[in-house]
């Protein structure tokens, strides 16, 4: 950030060592309605990823509720070594620190509600047809809006959940033409013009994260299965599950069951898949 200073009328051009970052957590604070005082933001400017700063800060003690956001992440991350792409002013990237009581395996589905809980926040200002891709994906029109990275770690009587989102609200310059994605990206600006206010709409996904995670924690997956289901892009498409690239199984895609097991029709009849190393495709 660049200061103009005026002394004795003459402006000077002074650098600030300091720069604020995009998101300031005390405007965010008042914007979160009944669900201030559940989250301690931190906001950085630069990040190597914000799941990894939180993992590393949950390690030490850091309270459920804790969030990092960041305007640039250096290694920003997806699923099983993948990279999520960000800049500053065309992305938010944050991550949530939540504990349950439930213990790991209970914890399968959390990565399904939390896209739940991303779409009913952009559904919040009028967004209309933000879908949901098993397990982990926001579609819109077939192609990614953002990505979900849940990591799970297992405490004494409870288990630790490091949540990270990332959101394209427009459309990322470190992306280039998206070559070797496996769906082509989208953006916010694609849906909803204006884009909402970047502390309005983090506030509104805090909102409904807070009141997902409640319910997760109350009745599982099953409280949301509804809700993910009526947003389920590939409903009734033929999909194929690879693993490793290599082709484990092909049928009719069924949604998800109450634990957030992929349902997938095949000649042997509706089969369970849990997520793990899979990776969806449709044909
Ligand atoms: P899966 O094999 O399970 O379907 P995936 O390809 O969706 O996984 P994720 O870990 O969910 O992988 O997301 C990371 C991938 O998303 C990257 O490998 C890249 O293809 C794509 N990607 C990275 N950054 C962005 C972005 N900002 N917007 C859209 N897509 C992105």
Known sequence: MTIIAAFNSDAIAVHDPSPKPLIDPVRLQALLGEARGRFDIDSLPECASTSTVLLGRA???APGGSVIVTDRQTA???????????????????????????????????????????VHALEAFGAKGVQL????DILYDNAKLGGILVELQSEAHS???????????????????GAGFAL??????????????????FAQILIELASKFDRFSNGGFAELRDQWQARHAWQGRSVR????????????????????ALL?????????????DLSLRVQ
């Not at 891709?133 to 982990?136: A, E, L, T, Y």
């Not at 288990?159 to 033409?177: K, Y």
């Open 59 to 61: 390690a030490q003690g």
């Open 133 to 136: 891709k098993w397990p982990n």
């Open 241 to 260: 599950l690879l693993r490793d690239g290599l082709l484990e199984k092909e049928g009719i895609c069924r949604g998800a069951d109450a634990d957030g």
């Open 264 to 276: 997938v029709q095949t000649a042997s009849g509706v089969e369970r898949c849990l997520s793990g």
């Open 159 to 177: 288990a630790l959940a490091v949540v990270g989102i990332g959101l394209n609200l427009s459309m990322p310059e470190t992306i280039g033409d």
């Open 76 to 118: 920003g991350r997806g699923s099983r070594g993948r990279c999520w792409l960000a800049s500053p002013e065309a992305s938010l990237t944050f991550s949530v620190l939540w504990r349950f009581n439930n213990g790991v395996g209970r914890l399968a589905g959390l990565s399904l509600a939390v896209g739940v809980a991303v």
């Open 184 to 201: 082509p990206p989208a953006a916010v600006d694609r849906i909803l013009t204006p884009v909402p206010e970047r502390h309005a709409l």
